[in-house]
Each structure stands twice: as C-alpha cells, then as structure tokens.
C-alpha cells in the first residue's frame, strides 16, 4: 500500500500588533503682547515663545526663561539668534524639559534709575505672564537672562530682585557703569537662600572683556554658584548665534535641578 501523503499544514497568521494612534502635538509657538504704556516713552513689547505640546496638555505648568536683547535690537534678536528653532529641536528630543521663552522689548540706551523699565519688568511684566500663561511662578523656575545690554540687565534685576530670579544668564554682558559700586554690596547681603546661580560667558576679543572678568572675580569673591565661559570669538551676533544651545542647555538644567 502506498504511503499515505501528508496534509501540508497551513501557515499560522501573524496578527500584527495594534499602534495606538499618537497624540498630535503642536510645535513652538509664538505670541506677543506689551506692557508700560503709561510708564516708558515706547510700551515694553514681548514676544512669548511657548513649547511644544502647550495647548495640548493644558494641566502642565512650565519653568519660564526672560531673555534680554542687546542695544539698538529689539525682542526679534533672539529670535534671529535661533532661539526659537534651537529651543524646539532640545525639547523635542528631550534634551531639556519644556520651559516658557519671554522676549521683552528695551528702547533705551539708558542706565537703569534714569527711566522705569525695571518697574515696568516686575511690576507689569512679568504678573503680565503669570496670568496669562500656566507658569510656574518661583525663583528656582524663573530665570532671566541677556547678552550685551541685556546681560547688563538680566546681573541688575536679579541682583536687585533676588526673590524673583533665582537662575541668571550673563552673556558677553556690558554691565552698568552707574552699577559698578553698588552691585557688590547687592550681591554679598542677598540672603544665602535666595543667592542665584549664575553662567557668564564672552568671547576673548569682546571689547568689554576685563569688566566680565571683574564681575566673575566678585562672584568668586562672595562664593555666589557660577560658570565661567571663556571662548574665542567677538561682542557680535556671530559669537551669541553659535553659543544659543548651549545657553538652552544649561537653563533647562537649571530647571530641572531647582524643581
């Protein structure tokens, strides 16, 4: 009797595996407002840069970063600089947490106590922000930071208003001449507790280079937390563009630390 042939046996199904479906996520944003009307010679305009996935996931509150322009710039340097486009790519890929950018608009060549731009900061400003956007209202989540002028600004209010800012960003900074006494006495009596953490960075051709290296030195002096960049490189917007991320980098691990 012949062998019986064997039944051939059917393939066993592959089931392919269920994706859930992703949640779609908005990318960085911007948005304006102004403040001071009734206070400076031209209103304090900002831009708000929010992160990606804000109008999404409406429950998260987020650390918020005041960045500061030069002189004779407005609040679009920064975002001429990349700020935007760098502060989306780190968070997107999770190099650094989501955080709330605010670009406030300086007209004035001005030192600090000759017009209301600081009151206009903390008084209008920054309540401003507060209520309009889901912030996480502290100093350990509320940095200021600046490069020239606006670095001058970002050692001036956080010196002053240690309450307020507990994380500063010194960039190629042209400190105040009118500030140069009274700063060190500001720096050494703000209590233990509420002395901020400072980064300070210059290229080592930037015209105001030993006046930088005067302040890391007071930092050093009065033992206040701090880094010290020293790079090549000029005063100029050559020098900031190519240092934007790692000024992100460091904020977001500020941030992240002090939460």
Same mark, same amino acid.
């Given at each position: 009797?012949?062998?019986?042939?064997?039944?051939?046996?059917?393939?066993?199904?592959?089931?392919?595996?269920?994706?859930?479906?992703?949640?779609?996520?908005?990318?960085?944003?911007?948005?304006?407002?102004?403040?001071?009307?009734?206070?400076?010679?031209?209103?304090?305009?900002?831009?708000?840069?929010?992160?990606?996935?804000?109008?999404?996931?409406?429950?998260?509150?987020?650390?918020?970063?005041?960045?500061?322009h030069?002189?004779?710039?407005?609040?679009?340097?920064?975002?001429?600089?990349?700020?935007?486009?760098?502060?989306? #790519?780190?968070?997107?890929?999770? !190099? =650094?947490?989501? *955080?709330?950018?605010? &670009?406030?608009?300086?007209?004035?060549?001005?030192?600090p106590?000759?017009?209301?731009?600081?009151?206009?900061?903390?008084?209008?400003?920054?309540?401003?922000?507060?209520?309009?956007?889901?912030?996480?209202?502290?100093?350990?989540?509320?940095?200021?930071?600046?490069?020239?002028?606006g670095?001058?600004?970002?050692?001036?209010?956080?010196?002053?208003?240690?309450?307020?800012?507990?994380?500063?960003?010194?960039?190629?900074?042209?400190?105040?001449?009118?500030?140069?006494?009274?700063?060190?006495v500001r720096?050494?009596?703000?209590?233990?507790?509420?002395?901020?953490?400072?980064?300070?960075?210059?290229?080592? #051709?930037?015209?105001?280079?030993? !006046? =930088?290296?005067? *302040?890391?030195?007071? &930092?050093?002096?009065?033992?206040?937390?701090?880094?010290?960049?020293?790079?090549?490189?000029?005063?100029?917007?050559?020098?900031?563009?190519?240092?934007?991320?790692?000024?992100?980098?460091?904020?977001?691990?500020?941030?992240?630390?002090?939460?």
């Amino acid at each position: 009797m012949p062998p019986a042939s064997a039944t051939p046996s059917s393939p066993t199904p592959t089931v392919s595996p269920t994706i859930a479906p992703q949640p779609v996520c908005s990318l960085a944003s911007l948005d304006s407002g102004a403040v001071g009307l009734d206070l400076l010679d031209k209103p304090m305009e900002y831009r708000v840069l929010l992160p990606p996935c804000y109008a999404e996931l409406t429950d998260q509150r987020y650390p918020v970063l005041y960045l500061l322009h030069g002189q004779n710039f407005t609040q679009e340097q920064w975002i001429d600089l990349g700020v935007a486009e760098n502060a989306g #790519k780190l968070m997107l890929a999770g !190099e =650094i947490s989501p *955080f709330i950018i605010v &670009l406030p608009f300086d007209h004035s060549y001005k030192q600090p106590r000759e017009y209301r731009f600081e009151q206009v900061f903390i008084e209008q400003l920054i309540p401003e922000i507060d209520q309009n956007y889901r912030t996480l209202a502290g100093p350990g989540t509320r940095a200021i930071g600046g490069l020239s002028r606006g670095g001058a600004w970002a050692i001036y209010l956080a010196s002053r208003h240690p309450e307020l800012f507990g994380i500063v960003g010194a960039h190629s900074p042209a400190v105040f001449y009118s500030n140069t006494s009274a700063l060190p006495v500001r720096l050494r009596d703000i209590p233990p507790e509420q002395k901020p953490v400072f980064y300070v960075d210059a290229g080592d #051709k930037d015209i105001d280079f030993q !006046e =930088i290296q005067k *302040f890391t030195t007071l &930092l050093n002096d009065l033992n206040i937390l701090h880094e010290w960049h020293y790079n090549l490189g000029f005063h100029d917007e050559k020098y900031w563009s190519a240092h934007v991320e790692e000024y992100l980098l460091w904020y977001g691990k500020q941030f992240s630390t002090s939460r």
